[in-house]
């Protein structure tokens, strides 16, 4: 709701770009060592996201172990710098309980990019930004994809492939 509405607001800065970070592994991470450390890295990734943007973008968990952000007027260069910060700086936090000396890392993350400019409307970025970040997944996790034409094609036939 807050992309179609950030996406259609006369006034604003046009978006540029929509990001979808999604923690790699996040599901071994809490069954390993439980929901209250999942917890905290959660809060931990959500600090790292926020420390490497501007105030002005708008960051949210969008469910589980994934998190949004609209990027507003950014070249496409910028908004790749920006994904790859993040990334970089998620690789080399240390991801330890310092009572327990229990090291939970590293921490990674998928990132999938696409440019409002690829898209007609708020739901058509989203799920192009959705098929960028599956191919982060697909290319071996802990990478940045931007969405390119053509990738929707590739989705579709590898999603038909796993369902036969």
Request: overall charge positive; proline content about 4%.
């Amino acid at each position: 709701d807050r992309l179609a509405a950030v996406f259609n607001s006369p006034g604003m800065r046009p978006v540029t770009a929509l990001l979808l970070a999604d923690i790699d592994n996040f599901k071994k991470i809490n069954d390993t060592y439980g929901h209250p450390v999942g917890d905290k890295i959660l809060a931990t990734v959500a600090s790292v996201i926020r420390s490497n943007v501007r105030r002005d973008v708008f960051v949210a968990r969008a469910g589980g172990e994934e998190f949004a952000l609209i990027i507003e007027g950014n070249t496409p260069e910028e908004v790749m710098a920006i994904a790859e910060r993040i990334r970089r700086t998620l690789e080399t936090t240390p991801f330890k309980n310092s009572r327990t000396r229990v090291n939970y890392g590293p921490v990674t993350v998928s990132i999938g990019v696409c440019m409002a400019s690829s898209a007609e409307d708020a739901g058509e970025l989203y799920s192009k930004t959705d098929i960028a970040l599956y191919g982060a997944k697909n290319a071996g996790r802990n990478c940045t994809i931007l969405y390119q034409d053509g990738m929707q094609k590739d989705f579709t036939k590898s999603w038909l492939i796993y369902k036969a």
